[in-house]
C-alpha cells in the first residue's frame, strides 16, 4: 500500500514538475489561435515589412513598430553594457570583499524597483531636460534607451558577476604568478573564460529591454513612424499592444494578437540563444 | 612611448570604480527622488480613504487591498506548483534529458515579457474561461509569471540540505515521501520562503499582466470574481493620464518602500539560511 502511494506520488510530482512547459506552449498556442488569421489574410511579408497601420482602414503592418524597438533597445544597450561590465568586473576583481558584499545585493535589490516607477523618472527628470537642452517635446528614442538602459543595469551587471566568479581562481594565480598585473590578469586570463555567460547575461538583458512595455509607453512617444534621428518619437512592439488593447475588436483586436506573435518569436529566438551560450559554457 | 602596466592598471581601476559609484548612484538617486516627493503626501487619510474623481483627489485604500490580494492569490496556486516542480527535479531524477528540458522550460518562461503574460491571460481566463477582469484572473497570470522564480529559489534551497539528513530518514525506516516531507522541506523552508517573497515582490511591481487580467476598478473587491486595481496599476494610471502628479507620488513612495522592504527580508531570510547550511 504504501509503496502504491509512494509512485502515485512521484507520478504527481512528474505532472506538476511540466507545468512551466504545458503553460509555455498554452501561451503559443493561445496568441497563435488569436493572431495567426490576420497574418495570414495580410501576408507574412506585407504584415513585416509594411508601414502603415490604420486599424480604422483595416490595415495592419507593422514594420514601424519593429523599427522601434530595434532603435530603443540598441539604444539601451549602448549606455548599460560600458557601465554594467565596468560594475561586474570591479565588483568582481577589484573590489575589496566588504564592499562587494555590499555593493552586489543592493544593485540586486534596486532591480525590484517596479517599471512604472523607471518610467515615470523618464517624464519627470528627462523629459525637461531634453526638451531644454536638446528640443523637441520631450518623449523620443534617446529618453527611452537611457532609461531602459538603467532598467537592464542589474540583469546585465549580476549576471556578468556570476560568471566572472565561476572561473576557476587557479586561472588567475597562474596569470600573476607570472608576473601579470591585476588589469592584464582580467583582460587576458578571467574575461575571455568568462565571455560566454556574459554574452548570455548581455542577451537576457536585450530580452528584457525589448520585452519591457509600460515605461516605454510612458517615455517613447509612441508615433506610428520610421524615426530618422534619435529625438524622434517612436512606438514599440509591446506599446502597440498595450496602448489599443483595452478598445480593440475583431480584426483590430486580432492584429494585437499578431504583434504579440512576432515579439514572442523574437523573446523565445532571444531565450534559445542565451540558453545554449551559457550551456556550452558549462560543458567547458 | 609605452605606457607602464602598473600604471595602466591603476587608471582602469579608477575608471572601473567610477563606473560602479555611478551606477549604485543612478539607482539610489531614483529611489530617493520618489521617497522625496512621495512621503509629503503620505498620510493616514491617503492610506485609509477611498480616491475621489478618479484618483484626483482622496486616498488609495481599495488599490492597497487589491495590491494584497492579487500577490496572494498567485503564492497560493504558485507555491504547490513550484515546490512540487523543484522536488521532482532535485530528489526524483537524475541529471538528463528530462531535467534539462523542464530547466530549459523554466528558463524560457522566465523571459516571457509581461505583456505577453497579460495577452495570454485575457483571453484564457477573462474570455474564454469567463472569469471576467477580475482578482482570479489576475492572479492566475501572475502565478504563471512568477512560478520560475519559485522553482529556481526552492530548487536551490532543496538542494542545499545536507545529504546526510536524508540517509537518517530513510535508515529510520521511513519512505522517501516522508523523509522528504518531514526532514528535507522544513530544512529548506528559509529558502522556499525566500522564493515565495521574491514572488510577491515581482507581482506587487507588475502593471502590464495585471492591467488587461485583474482590469482597474477603483471598488473595494468583495469576491474573487470582482475586477480590482493594484498601486501599481493606479499610479501608471495617474502618471500617464497625468490625473495628479501629487498622488502619483504618493502611490510609487508606498509601492517602493513595500517592495524593498519585501526584498529585504526575502535577501535577509536567504543569507540565514545559507549560514546554516556552510
Not at chain 1, 542589474?154 to 596569470?175: C, F, H, K, M
Not at chain 2, 575608471?15 to 520618489?34: A, D, K, P, S
Not at chain 2, 504558485?78 to 530547466?103: D, M, Q, S, W
Request: proline share 4%; glycine share 10%.
Amino acid at each position: 500500500m504504501l509503496k502504491y502511494n509512494e509512485r502515485l506520488i512521484q507520478f504527481g510530482l512528474l505532472i506538476t514538475a511540466f507545468s512551466t512547459i504545458a503553460i509555455l506552449i498554452l501561451i503559443g498556442l493561445f496568441i497563435l489561435k488569436e493572431g495567426l488569421p490576420i497574418i495570414l489574410k495580410v501576408g507574412i511579408k506585407n504584415f513585416i515589412c509594411g508601414v502603415n497601420w490604420l486599424p480604422r482602414e483595416g490595415e495592419f503592418e507593422i514594420f514601424p513598430m519593429i523599427m522601434g524597438s530595434l532603435w530603443i533597445t540598441a539604444g539601451a544597450l549602448l549606455m548599460s553594457m560600458p557601465l554594467s561590465l565596468a560594475c561586474a568586473i570591479y565588483l568582481a576583481e577589484f573590489s575589496t570583499t566588504k564592499i562587494g558584499k555590499i555593493l552586489k545585493p543592493t544593485i540586486e535589490l534596486l532591480a525590484g524597483i517596479p517599471s512604472v516607477v523607471y518610467g515615470f523618472m523618464g517624464m519627470v527628470i528627462l523629459f525637461p531636460l531634453i526638451r531644454n537642452f536638446l528640443g523637441g517635446p520631450g518623449p523620443c528614442i534617446l529618453a527611452a534607451s537611457i532609461i531602459l538602459g538603467i532598467m537592464i543595469l542589474p540583469t546585465i551587471t549580476s549576471i556578468s558577476i556570476d560568471s566572472l566568479q565561476a572561473v576557476p581562481y587557479s586561472y588567475r594565480e597562474g596569470s600573476l604568478a607570472l608576473g601579470a598585473t591585476r588589469w592584464q590578469t582580467v583582460k587576458m586570463v578571467v574575461l575571455p573564460a568568462a565571455r560566454s555567460g556574459i554574452i548570455a547575461g548581455i542577451i537576457l538583458g536585450v530580452g528584457r529591454a525589448v520585452g519591457e512595455t509600460m515605461a516605454v509607453i510612458m517615455i517613447a512617444g509612441n508615433a506610428v513612424i520610421i524615426p530618422d534621428s534619435i529625438l524622434d518619437p517612436v512606438r514599440t512592439l509591446t506599446a502597440n499592444i498595450a496602448l489599443e488593447m483595452s478598445f480593440a475588436t475583431g480584426e483590430h483586436r486580432q492584429a494585437l494578437f499578431a504583434t504579440g506573435i512576432v515579439l514572442f518569436i523574437v523573446i523565445m529566438i532571444l531565450n534559445i540563444t542565451a540558453n545554449l551560450i551559457a550551456k556550452k559554457e558549462v560543458a567547458k | 612611448m609605452k605606457i607602464k602596466p602598473v600604471f595602466t592598471e591603476r587608471i582602469v581601476k579608477k575608471i572601473l570604480f567610477v563606473g560602479t559609484v555611478f551606477t549604485v548612484l543612478i539607482l539610489l538617486f531614483i529611489i530617493f527622488y520618489v521617497l522625496k516627493n512621495g512621503l509629503a503626501v503620505i498620510d493616514l487619510e491617503f492610506l485609509l480613504s477611498s480616491p475621489k474623481e478618479l484618483g484626483r483627489a482622496g486616498g488609495i485604500f481599495p488599490c492597497i487591498i487589491g495590491t494584497i490580494i492579487l500577490p496572494l492569490v498567485a503564492i497560493i496556486i504558485a507555491t504547490p506548483l513550484g515546490v512540487g516542480t523543484a522536488i521532482y527535479l532535485t530528489e526524483y531524477t537524475r541529471e538528463g534529458k528530462l531535467t534539462r528540458i523542464i530547466r530549459f522550460g523554466t528558463e524560457c518562461l522566465a523571459g516571457v515579457p509581461s505583456i505577453i503574460f497579460g495577452l495570454f491571460g485575457f483571453v484564457l481566463f477573462v474570455v474564454y474561461l469567463g472569469f471576467g477582469w477580475s482578482i482570479l484572473s489576475g492572479g492566475l497570470t501572475l502565478a504563471f509569471m512568477i512560478l520560475p522564480t519559485i522553482i529556481r529559489t526552492s530548487e536551490e534551497a532543496i538542494k542545499s540540505v545536507p545529504y546526510s539528513y536524508r540517509e537518517v530518514g530513510l535508515s529510520l525506516g521511513g519512505t522517501k515521501w516522508q523523509t522528504i516531507t518531514r526532514i528535507v522541506l522544513p530544512g529548506a523552508l528559509p529558502g522556499i520562503v525566500t522564493g515565495v517573497i521574491l514572488g510577491i515582490g515581482r507581482s506587487i511591481g507588475e502593471t502590464a499582466a495585471v492591467i488587461f487580467t485583474a482590469g482597474s476598478s477603483l471598488r473595494i473587491p468583495t469576491s474573487l470574481f470582482d475586477s480590482s486595481r493594484t498601486m501599481a496599476v493606479h499610479f501608471y494610471i495617474l502618471a500617464r493620464e497625468g490625473i495628479s502628479m501629487e498622488n502619483a507620488y504618493g502611490t510609487a513612495a508606498i509601492l517602493i518602500i513595500a517592495i524593498l522592504m519585501i526584498n529585504l527580508s526575502a535577501y535577509w531570510i536567504m543569507y540565514r539560511f545559507m549560514a546554516k547550511f556552510s
